[in-house]
Protein backbone atom coordinates (compact mmCIF):
# COMPACT_ATOMS: atom_id res chain seq x y z
CA UNK A 1 0.00 0.00 0.00
CA UNK A 2 1.45 3.23 -0.92
CA UNK A 3 2.48 5.71 1.89
CA UNK A 4 0.22 8.80 1.98
CA UNK A 5 2.27 12.05 1.79
CA UNK A 6 1.47 15.33 2.10
CA UNK A 7 2.92 17.93 -0.15
CA UNK A 8 5.73 19.87 1.29
CA UNK A 9 5.59 24.16 1.15
CA UNK A 10 7.74 25.41 -1.96
CA UNK A 11 10.74 26.49 -0.38
CA UNK A 12 11.23 30.30 0.62
CA UNK A 13 13.44 30.17 -2.50
CA UNK A 14 11.04 28.97 -4.70
CA UNK A 15 8.45 31.33 -3.96
CA UNK A 16 10.92 34.13 -4.33
CA UNK A 17 11.41 32.53 -7.45
CA UNK A 18 8.19 32.80 -8.73
CA UNK A 19 7.12 35.62 -7.81
CA UNK A 20 9.90 37.65 -9.67
CA UNK A 21 9.14 35.45 -13.08
CA UNK A 22 5.47 35.90 -12.77
CA UNK A 23 5.96 40.23 -11.47
CA UNK A 24 8.57 40.46 -14.37
CA UNK A 25 6.32 38.72 -17.26
CA UNK A 26 3.10 40.63 -16.45
CA UNK A 27 5.45 44.23 -16.05
CA UNK A 28 6.95 43.43 -19.48
CA UNK A 29 3.44 42.35 -21.23
CA UNK A 30 1.81 45.07 -19.71
CA UNK A 31 4.47 48.12 -19.42
CA UNK A 32 7.98 47.28 -20.91
CA UNK A 33 6.50 45.47 -24.54
CA UNK A 34 3.90 48.71 -24.84
CA UNK A 35 6.22 51.34 -24.36
CA UNK A 36 8.96 49.77 -26.54
CA UNK A 37 6.11 48.97 -29.33
CA UNK A 38 4.51 52.40 -28.59
CA UNK A 39 1.09 50.70 -28.87
CA UNK A 40 -0.96 50.62 -26.16
CA UNK A 41 -3.93 48.27 -24.94
CA UNK A 42 -6.95 50.32 -26.04
CA UNK A 43 -8.03 50.90 -22.45
CA UNK A 44 -5.47 53.17 -22.26
CA UNK A 45 -5.96 55.28 -24.78
CA UNK A 46 -9.59 55.72 -23.30
CA UNK A 47 -8.19 56.78 -20.01
CA UNK A 48 -6.62 60.01 -21.73
CA UNK A 49 -10.03 61.63 -22.88
CA UNK A 50 -11.28 60.53 -19.57
CA UNK A 51 -8.18 61.72 -17.39
CA UNK A 52 -8.40 65.09 -19.73
CA UNK A 53 -12.01 65.47 -18.64
CA UNK A 54 -11.38 65.13 -14.75
CA UNK A 55 -8.65 67.80 -14.62
CA UNK A 56 -10.44 69.91 -16.55
CA UNK A 57 -13.64 69.31 -14.04
CA UNK A 58 -11.61 69.74 -10.80
CA UNK A 59 -9.90 73.03 -12.17
CA UNK A 60 -13.55 74.22 -13.07
CA UNK A 61 -14.52 73.59 -9.56
CA UNK A 62 -10.94 75.46 -8.53
CA UNK A 63 -12.09 78.45 -10.71
CA UNK A 64 -9.82 78.25 -13.92
CA UNK A 65 -12.47 78.68 -17.03
CA UNK A 66 -11.24 75.50 -18.83
CA UNK A 67 -11.27 74.02 -21.83
CA UNK A 68 -11.24 70.11 -22.55
CA UNK A 69 -10.76 68.91 -26.33
CA UNK A 70 -9.99 65.06 -26.34
CA UNK A 71 -6.46 64.75 -24.42
CA UNK A 72 -6.46 68.65 -24.28
CA UNK A 73 -6.71 70.55 -21.31
CA UNK A 74 -6.28 74.90 -21.87
CA UNK A 75 -6.82 77.08 -18.46
CA UNK A 76 -6.03 80.34 -19.19
CA UNK A 77 -2.66 80.78 -20.88
CA UNK A 78 -1.72 77.32 -20.26
CA UNK A 79 -2.90 73.63 -21.65
CA UNK A 80 -1.14 70.02 -20.34
CA UNK A 81 -1.87 67.54 -22.78
CA UNK A 82 -2.62 64.04 -21.19
CA UNK A 83 -1.09 61.11 -22.68
CA UNK A 84 -0.80 57.40 -21.72
CA UNK A 85 1.89 58.16 -19.04
CA UNK A 86 -0.41 60.67 -17.33
CA UNK A 87 -3.27 58.03 -16.41
CA UNK A 88 -1.68 56.56 -14.48
CA UNK A 89 -1.10 53.18 -16.13
CA UNK A 90 2.95 53.11 -15.02
CA UNK A 91 1.62 52.67 -11.31
CA UNK A 92 -1.43 50.98 -12.17
CA UNK A 93 0.82 48.31 -14.04
CA UNK A 94 3.00 47.90 -11.46
CA UNK A 95 0.41 47.51 -8.56
CA UNK A 96 -1.35 44.96 -10.51
CA UNK A 97 2.00 43.08 -11.14
CA UNK A 98 3.17 42.86 -7.19
CA UNK A 99 -0.53 42.31 -6.40
CA UNK A 100 -0.89 39.05 -8.90
CA UNK A 101 2.64 37.72 -8.36
CA UNK A 102 2.39 37.85 -4.52
CA UNK A 103 1.41 34.17 -2.58
CA UNK A 104 -1.84 35.00 -1.21
CA UNK A 105 -5.52 33.95 -2.45
CA UNK A 106 -6.86 34.95 -5.42
CA UNK A 107 -9.41 36.70 -2.98
CA UNK A 108 -6.92 39.02 -1.42
CA UNK A 109 -5.84 40.17 -4.67
CA UNK A 110 -9.30 41.12 -5.88
CA UNK A 111 -9.70 42.73 -2.63
CA UNK A 112 -6.56 44.68 -3.03
CA UNK A 113 -6.74 45.71 -6.84
CA UNK A 114 -10.35 46.70 -6.28
CA UNK A 115 -9.01 48.97 -3.26
CA UNK A 116 -5.54 49.73 -4.94
CA UNK A 117 -6.77 50.67 -8.63
CA UNK A 118 -9.34 53.59 -7.75
CA UNK A 119 -6.66 54.65 -4.81
CA UNK A 120 -4.55 54.51 -7.42
CA UNK A 121 -6.32 56.87 -9.94
CA UNK A 122 -6.79 59.18 -7.46
CA UNK A 123 -3.63 60.20 -6.45
CA UNK A 124 -3.05 60.36 -9.86
CA UNK A 125 -5.65 62.92 -10.61
CA UNK A 126 -4.11 65.28 -7.09
CA UNK A 127 -0.88 64.87 -9.03
CA UNK A 128 -2.12 66.20 -12.34
CA UNK A 129 -4.31 68.89 -10.64
CA UNK A 130 -1.16 70.20 -8.18
CA UNK A 131 1.09 69.70 -11.95
CA UNK A 132 -1.18 72.34 -13.27
CA UNK A 133 -1.47 74.38 -10.47
CA UNK A 134 2.30 74.38 -10.41
CA UNK A 135 1.84 75.20 -14.24
CA UNK A 136 -0.45 78.28 -13.70
CA UNK A 137 1.25 79.88 -10.66
CA UNK A 138 4.99 78.93 -10.49
CA UNK A 139 5.93 77.74 -14.06
CA UNK A 140 9.64 77.34 -13.51
CA UNK A 141 9.16 74.78 -11.17
CA UNK A 142 6.77 72.93 -13.38
CA UNK A 143 9.49 70.64 -15.52
CA UNK A 144 11.00 69.57 -11.31
CA UNK A 145 7.62 68.73 -10.60
CA UNK A 146 6.75 66.48 -13.30
CA UNK A 147 9.79 65.04 -14.18
CA UNK A 148 11.14 64.41 -10.46
CA UNK A 149 8.64 65.03 -7.76
CA UNK A 150 5.73 63.23 -8.44
CA UNK A 151 7.26 60.55 -10.41
CA UNK A 152 8.77 59.21 -6.85
CA UNK A 153 6.03 60.41 -5.24
CA UNK A 154 3.72 58.11 -7.24
CA UNK A 155 5.88 54.97 -7.22
CA UNK A 156 6.76 55.80 -3.23
CA UNK A 157 2.12 55.68 -3.32
CA UNK A 158 2.67 52.25 -5.21
CA UNK A 159 5.09 50.97 -2.53
CA UNK A 160 3.50 52.15 0.01
CA UNK A 161 -0.51 50.73 -1.03
CA UNK A 162 1.33 47.25 -1.73
CA UNK A 163 2.97 46.88 2.31
CA UNK A 164 -0.44 47.99 3.46
CA UNK A 165 -2.07 45.59 1.17
CA UNK A 166 0.48 42.83 2.62
CA UNK A 167 0.27 43.72 6.00
CA UNK A 168 -3.38 44.76 6.78
CA UNK A 169 -5.35 42.72 3.95
CA UNK A 170 -3.02 39.47 3.09
CA UNK A 171 -2.15 39.35 6.52
CA UNK A 172 1.52 38.37 7.81
CA UNK A 173 2.98 34.86 7.62
CA UNK A 174 2.02 32.98 11.30
CA UNK A 175 5.04 31.55 12.96
CA UNK A 176 4.73 27.87 14.61
CA UNK A 177 6.04 27.17 17.62
CA UNK A 178 7.50 23.74 18.13
CA UNK A 179 8.07 22.40 21.78
CA UNK A 180 9.93 19.69 22.64
Request: aromatic share 14%; charged share 15%.
Amino acid sequence: MARDRKSKPPSRRKQVARFLIVFFGLWAALWAVPYVLRTFPPGVQNLCPITASWLGGILSLLGFKVSVDGVLVSYGSHGLSIIAECTGYTALVLFFSVVVAYPSPISKKLIGLAIGFPLILAFNLLRLVIMALVLAYKPQYFDFAHLYFWQVALIIFVVALVVFWIEKLVGREKTVSVSS
